[in-house]
């Protein structure tokens, strides 16, 4: 039997329909699923609806439908014309959820009830649902919407964080304080899964001395489930309900905690469920203890032990994502055994062979525990995030694997992609329909569909870029002026920015997740030279945006630096720093700048994806040769910054600097400005087609995700 959660989200899409005027009754259906954030003219719909209310949504489909006025909802009633939108958009999701499963190579089995189920910590599918910090979280969401589009048989699960990541403000001296706010799944497109009784459908896991309870939630992000695990339940003590309070919490007892959780309770749900993995997909080694659960499951079939450990690498792959410390967690295997509670001895496996799964070198065998050392010994297959990451991992793991040298280390690489409808503006969306025809976007990774792009004449390029530019400009306006008041700044240099910015002036870009190897400082580190550039002949406005995770106190420091330069009062709103970077803001940014800068230190950059973003709208990259950009780089499509072998961090960071500025001053601007009579700069839109080519053609979820499928069979 499967009591996956569709039913109860029927249910929730009924109740919601009961509540509106018949005519508008199909909106129920798409406000509860995320589909409608890429659909062609879907967050249009949803925001015409009631222009002012949308934003106090936080543009939240169910919560906003409810809170419409009766009066308003009558009379879009009453809206020939939207209606027919309405039942347009809801008649395509119809059609698209009507398709078979897509088959998958090595997977023949695959299908609904036995999907490729993927495994990660976080989820970043919309601004309305907080349940990411960075790009790991965005990469997933983007995962799950490929798989849908191309309707592979996918299923995600993950944790309901009762506050989710949280919220950032700066103060006037440029420190960053966090807050976080309550997240209510009830007014959230998701749906409680029940079972026959209509009682919540729960699991048990064995977290430090106590069971913990787990209901489930579902999410629909277009064919895909998503299901997040929740401990906030009465019956839990009040310190298990708080396991899934907050993503990545500060305290590594409970982050360890959310760890056992994801990983055994991941599994547990499923087969709640009546879903049977045909594969389990570890995003990070942050579910790696799936691997237990997997492996139980092939003693209680009467296994030996080393029987259902291979059974349990057959149905496992994984991918690792960062070499950065923070992102490859350790343990004493003494925190891990409390915190396991002796699920392993339950499980047919004895201390010393979970030991063995886990140990880290530079110790005693066993003493040290790693997430992603047990992560590569509990899968069949393992891979970095590009090229570059490949050989670093492949290096980095050498450890795990001895006696092999780093060339035969099994550890490959699927670069990452981003979902081209999420990302892409739908006004660049339209020029791409005119140019590479009808159904572009089902094709993206095929040779050749992006050679047309040479062809589209550059004052239509130029027309659209100067919109988009214009968009963000307006929106820098506000939401600087509103930052800035909000620190306490006087009113005169707080409205700076508006009078200021300038739909005209290049545009540069510079947001992530703010951790120091992201080297965020570098803007600052030559503080005249950088005050001179903002100043010079060439006008040029910079907006800085990011989050520090809130225990990165260096991280932290270095937004501290940055803000002599981006809120200096000589220079009042050429550049500014806009507070809680979220996904809407992301979108925002990566569409309306021209340049994105990204200064990484080497090796240390896994893959990166903001600037793949940036080049599908048109934006042109200036960025250290590390992660994707060392493979898409080609000396036509941007900027590149390769520092010499051998220097130390310091003279890395002045060379990096060094030449960012050079670079600006030289190439950017010059090329930026250099225009016909018309105002038309040809050189640089030949360089922004030859990106837009690059990322279109090798930088897409559409690419990543088949090229995960072609391996899916392969361990």
């Known amino acids: 039997m499967v009591n996956d959660g569709s039913r109860d989200l029927r249910r929730a899409v009924e109740i919601l329909a009961s509540q509106l005027p018949g005519p508008l009754r199909p909106l129920a259906r798409l406000a509860y699923n995320y589909r409608w954030t890429w659909a062609r003219g879907g967050a249009a719909l949803f925001q015409e609806l009631d222009p002012h209310r949308w934003p106090f949504s936080a543009h939240n489909p169910v919560r906003y439908l409810d809170d419409i006025a009766p009066p308003r909802l009558a009379a879009l009633a009453g809206d020939a014309v939207l209606v027919d939108r309405i039942r347009d958009l809801a008649g395509e999701q119809d059609t698209d959820f009507a398709r078979p499963p897509a088959a998958i190579p090595g997977l023949p089995d695959a299908s609904a009830q036995h999907p490729i189920v993927f495994l990660c910590a976080e989820f970043g599918l919309h601004a309305s649902l907080p349940l990411y910090a960075g790009g790991l979280g965005v990469l997933a969401g983007d995962i799950l919407k490929e798989a849908s589009d191309r309707a592979y048989p996918m299923a995600g699960v993950g944790l309901l964080y009762g506050e989710g990541s949280f919220h950032q403000r700066v103060d006037a001296g440029g420190w960053q304080h966090e807050y976080w706010l309550p997240v209510d799944p009830e007014r959230l497109p998701m749906a409680l899964v029940t079972g026959e009784d209509r009682h919540p459908l729960t699991v048990t896991v064995p977290v430090r001395d106590r069971n913990v309870t787990l209901q489930i939630w579902r999410v629909d992000v277009g064919r895909t489930p998503l299901y997040l695990l929740d401990s906030n339940r009465l019956d839990n003590v009040p310190a298990d309900r708080w396991i899934t309070a907050r993503l990545y919490a500060g305290d590594r007892e409970t982050r360890l905690a959310q760890y056992v959780v994801l990983g055994l309770g991941s599994i547990r749900a499923l087969r709640a469920m009546g879903i049977t993995p045909a594969l389990v997909h570890l995003n990070e080694g942050h579910p790696a203890f799936a691997a237990l659960e997997l492996i139980g499951g092939g003693v209680a079939r009467g296994l030996s032990y080393p029987e259902a ?282 569409r309306g700048c021209d340049l994105w800068v990204n200064l990484p230190r080497p090796p240390m950059e896994a893959s990166g994806t903001s600037g793949m973003k940036s080049a599908l709208n048109g934006g042109l990259q200036l960025s250290v040769l590390d992660g994707w950009w060392r493979e898409a780089y080609d000396g036509t499509n941007g900027w590149g910054i390769e520092p010499p072998p051998g220097l130390d961090a310091a003279a890395q960071d002045a060379h990096d600097a060094d030449a960012l500025f050079t670079l600006l001053e030289r190439a950017v601007l010059p090329l930026f400005y250099e225009r016909d009579a018309r105002g038309i700069p040809h050189r640089w839109l030949t360089m922004v087609k030859a990106s837009l080519r690059t990322a279109g053609a090798g930088f897409t979820a559409s690419r990543m995700v088949a090229d995960y499928m072609r391996r899916a069979g392969v361990r």
């Not at 960062?322 to 967690?329: F, I, K, L, S, W």
């Not at 350790?330 to 915190?339: M, Q, T």
């Not at 280390?409 to 992609?417: D, L, Y």
């Open 309 to 590: 450990l291979a059974a349990a690498r057959e149905r496992t792959v994984f991918t690792t994502h960062t070499p950065v410390a923070a992102g490859n967690e350790l343990y004493g295997f003494h925190e891990v055994r409390h915190a396991l509670d002796d699920t392993p001895l339950r499980l047919g496996m004895t201390w010393e062979q979970f030991k063995e799964l886990g140990h880290c070198g530079g110790g005693p065998e066993g003493e040290c525990f790693g997430m992603t050392q047990f992560a590569l010994r509990t899968s069949g297959a393992a891979n970095a995030v590009s090229r570059r990451h490949g050989e670093v991992a492949r290096e980095m793991w050498r450890e795990v694997f001895p006696g092999r040298a780093a060339a035969e280390v099994p550890v490959g690489h699927v670069t990452n992609g981003v979902h081209l409808p999420t990302w892409m503006h739908p006004a660049m969306r339209a020029l791409l329909d005119r140019h590479l025809g009808a159904g572009w976007e089902e094709h993206t990774d095929e040779p050749g569909m992006w050679d047309p792009v040479a062809g589209i004449p550059d004052e239509d390029l130029w027309e659209l870029r100067t919109r988009m530019r214009a968009d963000l400009v307006a929106f820098v306006r506000e939401r600087s002026v509103l930052n800035r008041l909000g620190r306490g700044n006087p009113a005169a240099f707080a409205e700076a920015a508006a009078r200021s910015w300038n739909a005209d002036t290049l545009t540069i870009g510079f947001a992530r997740r703010i951790a120091t190897y992201k080297r965020l400082y570098l803007l600052s580190l030559d503080p005249a030279r950088a005050l001179a550039l903002v100043q010079g002949t060439y006008p040029l406005q910079v907006v800085l945006a990011g989050r520090a995770h809130p225990s990165d106190e260096e991280a932290k420091r270095s937004v501290q630096r940055l803000f002599p330069l981006a809120e200096n009062p000589s220079v009042p709103g050429r550049a500014v720093f806009l507070e809680d970077y979220d996904m809407d803001l992301a979108q925002r940014l990566v």
